[in-house]
């Protein structure tokens, strides 16, 4: 089965070092999400792109967020600097929609990351 | 803007008895619809999803969901619970037009006794 692979699957940094999460979209998919997961606040979304554009990255912090598409097979999520606020699980999901042909998400298996 | 409501936190049930998890949500047209699945430390499974057609839908794992316009209701439903299905379970509504942003339910977490 085709799978969205996430890297990596823990992180563990002190506060102020720069954080950089990977993710690799099923192949021939046109959206791409990434998520953030916490006890308090459950499943947010922060950024969607389709067909490699930024769509909607409202739910971003800008100021220390940044999400990028460098090709169709990676999408990559930066955090600079990290704050402690910032430890959580991220997720990213890729599906496809339009064109007649509308898939559901399918999720990765998620970066813990841990800022001290 | 469409919302998506899981009106119980927590669900009960001991193993071997049927189940039912609501989902209630909110959007003008028909939209698609959708119930993952989530294991501690995994990311969300697909259990089943809904775009048109016959309204009650099977998916994976013996789960079914039944789809009722007049109740803007979508519950996922299993006759028998397993150990293995102690898990959060996740209803999400994806508009059928426009953004196609989905949103999610906050979750209902299944706890299964033996």
């Known amino acids: 089965d085709a799978r969205v692979t996430q890297t990596p699957r823990h992180k563990v940094t002190e506060m102020g070092q720069e954080v950089t999460m990977r993710c690799q979209p099923i192949l021939g998919h046109n959206t791409v999400f990434w998520y953030r997961q916490t006890m308090m606040q459950g499943l947010e979304l922060l950024a969607y792109f389709r067909n490699r554009a930024p769509l909607d990255d409202s739910g971003m912090p800008k100021d220390r967020f940044s999400a990028e598409m460098p090709d169709a097979t990676l999408a990559t999520l930066k955090i600079q600097p990290s704050e402690p606020r910032d430890s959580a699980v991220y997720f990213c999901?890729?599906?496809?929609?339009?064109?007649?042909?509308?898939?559901?998400?399918?999720f990765g298996d998620g970066t813990r990351l841990s800022i001290l | 803007a469409q919302s998506v409501t899981q009106p119980d936190i927590h669900i009960t049930v001991s193993e071997g008895a049927s189940l039912e998890l609501r989902c209630n949500y909110s959007y003008g047209a028909t939209p698609y619809l959708f119930w993952y699945v989530q294991s501690p430390g995994q990311g969300l499974q697909l259990l089943l999803k809904?775009?048109?057609?016959?309204?009650l839908v099977q998916g994976i794992k013996g789960f079914e969901a039944e789809f009722k316009r007049s109740q803007s209701s979508f519950n996922l439903r299993k006759p028998s619970v397993h150990w293995s299905d102690a898990a959060e379970y996740f209803c999400a509504v994806l508009p059928s037009g426009g953004s196609y942003i989905p949103t999610f339910g906050r979750g209902t977490s299944l706890i299964v006794h033996p």
């Open positions: 809904y775009f048109s057609g016959d309204t």
């Open positions: 999901a890729s599906g496809l929609v339009g064109q007649g042909s509308n898939q559901p998400q399918h």
